[in-house]
T-cell receptor, first 117, second 113 residues
């Protein structure tokens, strides 16, 4: 069964509003989670690395103030798209590394499709 | 920086055909290599992995061998099924825990009955 879960799976919002996406590790404590963005027919682009109890590390070109990441507990990371615009419409995917698994394997959530009208 | 290059898609095959999906990489160190699969409507899931040169990862009839000399990790299956229709991503991770994954563009495989 799934070990990482995202919610909501689909969300539609109006331009200018903010949307929060949750990512939970279900049966392990994830000190590190990763947020990816997937464009149609393209690869996953890493947006940021989320570390529990500290600030997220953003990849070059990703706006920190637009994509707010909070990793307040060992099982929950949230991505908030602030003042969303149509160009923010995309598929957002979170993943987590499992403590003790040092091969680099990640466990992925089901993804959240955001549509901004 | 690290990068992963996959062959262009999409790929359409008949059931029981042989499958090869090419993947090459560039990395500064000695990465672990992965194939992830994304079935329609689902999240990515690990298909197989190899953590050092000459290792062969295998799962569900799929295989891939870590070739350091050619920096490749090609995915193969001898006889594909309709249920193998999905998007396949090659990825690498530099060694160590909490290392981020670098993905290729992914390739869509469609298998027709």
């Amino acid at each position: 069964g799934a070990v990482v879960s995202q919610h909501p799976s689909r969300v539609i919002c109006k331009s200018g509003t903010s949307v929060k996406i949750e990512c939970r590790s279900l049966d392990f404590q994830a000190t590190t989670m990763f947020w990816y963005r997937q464009f149609p027919k393209q690869s996953l682009m890493l947006m940021a690395t989320s570390n529990e109890g500290s600030k997220a590390t953003y990849e070059q070109g990703v706006e920190k103030d637009k994509f707010l990441i909070n990793h307040a507990s060992l099982t929950l990371s949230t991505l908030t798209v602030t003042s969303a615009h149509p160009e923010d419409s995309s598929f957002y995917i979170c993943s987590a590394s499992r403590p003790g698994w040092n091969t680099g394997e990640l466990f992925f959530g089901e993804g959240s499709r955001l549509t901004v009208l | 920086g690290d990068s992963v290059t996959q062959m262009e898609g999409p790929v359409t095959l008949s059931e029981e055909a042989f499958l090869t999906i090419n993947c090459t990489y560039t990395a500064t160190g000695y990465p672990s290599l992965f194939w992830y699969v994304q079935y329609p409507g689902e999240g990515l899931q690990l298909l197989l992995k190899a953590t050092k040169a000459d290792d062969k990862g295998s799962n569900k009839g799929f295989e891939a061998t870590y070739r350091k000399e050619t920096t490749s990790f090609h995915l193969e299956k001898g006889s594909v099924q309709v249920s193998d229709s999905a998007v396949y991503f090659c990825a690498l991770s530099e060694s160590g825990a909490n290392s981020k994954l670098t993905f290729g563009k992914g390739i869509t495989l469609s298998v027709r009955p």
